[in-house]
Each structure stands twice: as C-alpha cells, then as structure tokens.
C-alpha cells in the first residue's frame, strides 16, 4: 500500500524531471537513467518497509546519493590507474636474449665482405633506396639488390653455422 502510494507519486514527469536534473549534474544521459531507474527501484523498496510522507524529496535524495557514489567510485577508480602504471620497459631476461642476438648480429655483419656490409647497414639500418645506394657507392640499382640479397643469404648460413635460433636473419 504504501509502495504503490510511492510508485504513483513517480509519473513519467517526474521521471525526466529527475533525469534532466541528474544528466545536468553528471554530464550522461545513460548515466542520468540507469541512476534514475536505480533511485526509483531503492524508494519503491524503502516505501514497502517504511512509511514515506515526501517520495519525491526521497526520490531526489536517493538519486543523489547514487550519483555521488558512482563519482567517488569512478575517481577511485582513476587515481588507482594513475597511481599504479604499467611498466613497458622489457623483462631482465628479455633484455640480455636481446642483447646477446645484437651481439651476434653485430659478429654476423662484421664477417660480412666490406661492400656488401656497406650496402646492407644502408638498406636495412639506415633505410636508403637501392638508387641512393647505387648512387653513393657507384653501383646499378640491380648491383645494389644483388649485395642486399647476398648479404642476407651471408647472415642466414652465419646463423646456421652458429646454431643461431630465429626464423630469420635478424
């Protein structure tokens, strides 16, 4: 009895009226509803245990409590990703497996006749084209690609020689 008093002080106008008034505070139309509908739920309870002279004032009360809930919830939230970030920085065993295949890439290059490691340090580390190479060391495009591919092929049988894990040559 009292519930139904309580549902039927809650028409659809004093629904939007209560949403309106929670999306202004919060910023979230989704937010304002799902609060809303929550508020109303917890009055209709609160009304079949207690009596209740005022349910819109209630209502609104109610509502209110939930948005500040959900904002503290939402900063505690926050301040523990900010307080907590996310090392990007590689394992300690990651890094020496790294360190160890640059050092036998390092060992591989220099092994490595002088014009082809020139060809290959730049196409592959310094991301010239095959023209600019040709043009800086004095060779055709093809002659360029020819020591590019030679190199490579170089590096592979080094890694095989060496029992070198990997799918490729660095």
């Known amino acids: 009895m ?6 039927q002080a ?10 309106g008034f929670l999306q202004r505070r919060c910023g ?13 739920v917890r ?3 609160f009304a079949r245990r207690e009596k ?32 907590d970030p996310v090392d990007d920085r590689p394992c300690q ?11 036998q890439l390092r060992r591989a290059i220099d ?4 014009l082809r490691r020139e060809v290959l340090i730049r196409r592959r580390l310094e991301g010239q084209s095959y023209r600019e190479i040709g043009t800086a060391l004095n060779l055709s495009s093809a002659a ?6 030679r190199a490579l092929a170089d590096l592979r049988a080094y890694q095989e020689r060496h029992k070198i894990e990997g799918d490729t040559p660095w």
């Open 2 to 7: 009292l519930a139904a008093r309580a549902e």
């Open 10 to 19: 809650i028409g659809a106008a004093e629904r939007a009226q209560l949403v």
């Open 28 to 40: 979230n139309a989704t937010l304002a509803e799902d609060i809303a509908q929550d508020a109303i």
């Open 43 to 45: 009055l209709v309870d």
């Open 52 to 83: 209740v002279e005022k349910p819109l004032a209630l209502l609104a009360r109610i509502a209110t409590n939930l948005l500040i809930n959900h904002q503290r919830r939402e900063a505690r939230l926050i301040a523990g990703l900010i307080d």
């Open 93 to 103: 065993e990651r890094s020496t497996v790294d360190a160890d295949r640059l050092d």
């Open 111 to 114: 092994t490595l006749p002088p």
């Open 144 to 149: 360029v690609e020819k020591h590019v591919v």
